[in-house]
């Protein structure tokens, strides 16, 4: 007898319509899956084969082919344990339900339990785009797919649970589609705690209002890592659209919070400085997205940037001006995005203390040079802002005066962010930061004194394309966080403060 379900296929974060095909004759008994499996779903056989039997049914004996097609696509994961049980039983006539219009999914374990799988959302997005109704997952996965409006989701524990709901015998009781919980879910540490710092803490309102990437560069104790720390708590909120791209991504990482399913806070990855390529680009046989795709639509902080090895830092180059990094292996070629926020932080020197105003460098000229050069300079030319972060003084650490709180600047940062959400309506661009060169003529518009400072600029700082482009997407920022409608001598003139570092260290 023959059976063919629908499902549903995931290859990194793309998932796409398959039928499940079995057929059970008779013969000499063996099971078979065709259809390019890789050695998890090879070894669905044996699974199945023990689920069957422990939820008091029984495995049919002759020649048993499971075909996944498309049989030109690789398929990974135990995703497919499920479907092929199904597809088995309705083969050998102990399933009498139609399926038509449903899909299941989730991996089974000898007893019959169903047991959570990654990737859910993807497959339930997929799966509502192809015109299923509904769909079983393992019930630690139904909070997940349960975001997805417009289809129905069925959390599943077992083997015979499922069975006796498709039989009418027992139902399952659907599971609620999920709302997106407006209130902060991490406590992310205060502004209000930095004592001073006005033109780093200004620096980094602008990075996030615009989404620009920036270098804080600083003696050891000043705080770059405690300012970066918080950006978090100032970065605008993420629209559904993000949100979903974001928990797509962690979902196929395995990285989600069971209780908190949906992604409603910018990510914040911070790996260590010993990470390799592929654990910053994403790798593996069937490659795995890497800490610069889980920090899609939110922050990548990289302190101590001089200690990263090269590769490392120069793998981070093509990402961050394409906002996409594509991985090709043998299996197949993966593209992950990365839209995000590069946040670095680095020391002057190897001792930390080279420009210090009180304490004194013990590093050779030739060291402080060797140290600096370890940052390339396309990949300083991609960081749009350069912020010194200087040492505090005792005044400052001792004031009484009570400094601005997080939720006060990110009322600035929303504000200028909903700016540019209304300007670039139906263009695909969220921020400045992302403007493409194209759109800089007609979106970055100056007054005539900002335009004769900007060139008289260009020509004095011997500034690349590159360094002009990002001037104007930084000075855009500026302009709307002012509410400047065009840009204005003023802000250029922040825009390239911003962006002078460069000539100071690195000169």
Known sequence: M????????????????????ADVSTGLPAFDIVGLPDTAVKESRDRVRSAIKNSGLKFPMGRITVNLAPADRKKEGSVYDLPVLLAILKASGQLKAELEDSIAVGEVSLDGKIRAVNGIIAIAITARQNGIKNIFVPVQNAAEAAIIEGINIYGVDSVTELLQHLNGSRLIEKTENRKIDEKRLIDFPDFSDVKGQ???????????????NILLIGPPGAGKSMLAKRLPGILPEMTFEESIEAT???SVA????????????????????????????????????????????????????????????EALRQPLEDGKVTISRVAGSLTYPSSIMLVAAMNPCPCGFFGHPTKQCICSQNAVHKYLNRISGPMLDRLDLHV??????????????????????????????????????GTGITCNARLTPAMLKKYCIMTDEAKKYLELSFERLGMSARAYDRILKVSRTVADLAGHE????NDIFSAISFRSLDRKYWS
């Open 388 to 425: 010194e972060v200087p040492p505090v003084d005792y005044a400052a650490l001792s004031a009484e005066t009570k400094e601005e709180s997080s939720a006060q600047i990110r009322e600035r940062v929303n504000k200028a962010r909903k700016i540019q959400t209304e300007r670039y309506k």
């Open 2 to 21: 023959f059976s063919r379900l629908k499902g549903i296929g995931l290859f990194g974060i793309d998932s796409y319509p398959i039928d499940i095909e």
């Open 486 to 489: 065009k840009i204005e001598k």
């Open 248 to 250: 797509k991504i962690h």
């Open 198 to 212: 006005i033109i780093p803490k200004k620096a980094l309102e602008v990075a996030a209002a615009g989404g620009h």
């Open 254 to 313: 395995g990285t989600l919070n069971k209780n908190h399913p949906l992604i409603t806070e910018r990510p914040f990855r911070s790996p260590h400085h010993t990470v390799s390529v592929a654990g910053v680009a994403g790798g593996g046989t069937v490659p795995k997205p890497g800490e610069i795709s889980l920090a899609h639509n939110g922050v990548l902080f990289l302190d101590e940037l001089p200690e990263f090895k090269r590769d490392v830092m």
